[in-house]
């Protein structure tokens, strides 16, 4: 990937907006995937999984390889 706003990038938020964690997922990043999942899974018991939903989003959207 050549870093933010590239295709892959973009293609990690879009798969993290339907499932949190997918688009960490698909950029090779297993651990942070399974916590984006599972925190946003246990928030969205008292309403507030959207708060984690959205920053998975964002973090695809923005992550850079170092």
């Known amino acids: 990937m050549a870093g933010q706003g590239s295709g892959g990038n973009v293609l990690a938020a879009i798969c993290s907006f339907f499932i949190p964690g997918l688009g960490q997922l698909v950029q090779g990043r297993v651990l942070a995937a399974l916590l984006f999942f599972v925190s946003a ?3 969205w018991i008292v309403l507030l999984g ?3 939903h959205l920053w998975s989003v964002i ?3 923005r992550w850079t390889p170092d």
């Open 41 to 43: 899974g246990v928030l």
């Open 50 to 52: 959207w708060i984690m």
């Open 59 to 61: 973090d695809a959207a």
